[in-house]
T-cell receptor, first 113, second 114 residues
């Protein structure tokens, strides 16, 4: 157990729908990062939050949004889902200052049918 | 644009052999270079990391070699074991206060055959 908790582990939904992925960072970590990993693909950075504030954006689609709540958990909202959104979505957290020690959760596998 | 290029895409090594994965980066502003190991169905886990002012770091069977002038770094796995079979990602990290960005290479799928 890495200390980063992601729910749900698996999600199957239809095209056009909206889903919410949840992440609880490791205790004490202020930064949360979201990554997308498509089949046989690398890890694409989506967005970063630090203590409730958005700090960096990567290749995140406009249909996707995220937020970090006062208790530091984060949610990634995916809307108007398309088949191509099927992927593993990982959340990672790091301590203040974001040293090299990013800790990843086990991911949420999203399947859009 | 891809700022960290990783090769090979896949690698097959016999048990006891040496696995070598190479990465090159483009941006000189990176502060740290970690390697992550990912098993199927799991999240990436930090394996070993190196600062750009160090030329080599060794932890057990895993060694990072870093060439700052060439902007290249590599992972060597000595005495490779079937349990090392996983996907390996090199990465480059730039951090400045609360703004941190970890950029991954495309990954190398390693298979160690008994």
């Amino acid at each position: 157990d890495s200390g980063v908790t992601q729910t749900p582990k698996h999600l199957i939904t239809a095209t056009g729908q909206r889903v919410t992925l949840r992440c609880s960072p490791r205790s004490g970590d202020l930064s949360v990062y979201w990554y997308q990993q498509s089949l046989d693909q690398g890890l694409q950075f989506l967005i970063q939050y630090y203590n409730g504030e958005e700090r960096a954006k990567g290749n995140i689609l406009e249909r996707f949004s995220a937020q970090q709540f006062p208790d530091l958990h984060s949610e990634l909202n995916l809307s108007s889902l398309e088949l191509g959104d099927s992927a593993l979505y990982f959340c990672a957290s790091s301590a203040q200052g974001g040293n090299y020690g990013y800790t990843f959760g086990s991911g949420t596998r999203l399947t859009v049918v | 644009q891809q700022q960290v290029k990783q090769s090979p895409q896949s690698l097959i090594v016999q048990k006891g052999g040496i696995s070598i994965i190479n990465c090159a980066y483009e941006n000189t502003a990176f502060d740290y270079f970690p390697w992550y190991q990912q098993f199927p169905g799991k999240g990436p886990a930090l394996l070993i990391a190196i600062r750009p002012d160090v030329s080599e770091k060794k932890e057990g069977r895993f060694t990072i070699s870093f060439n700052k002038s060439a902007k290249q770094f590599s992972l060597h796995i000595m005495d490779s074991q079937p349990g090392d079979s996983a996907t390996y990602f090199c990465a480059a990290l730039r951090f400045s206060g609360g703004y941190n960005k970890l950029i991954f290479g495309a990954g190398t799928r390693l298979a160690v055959h008994p």
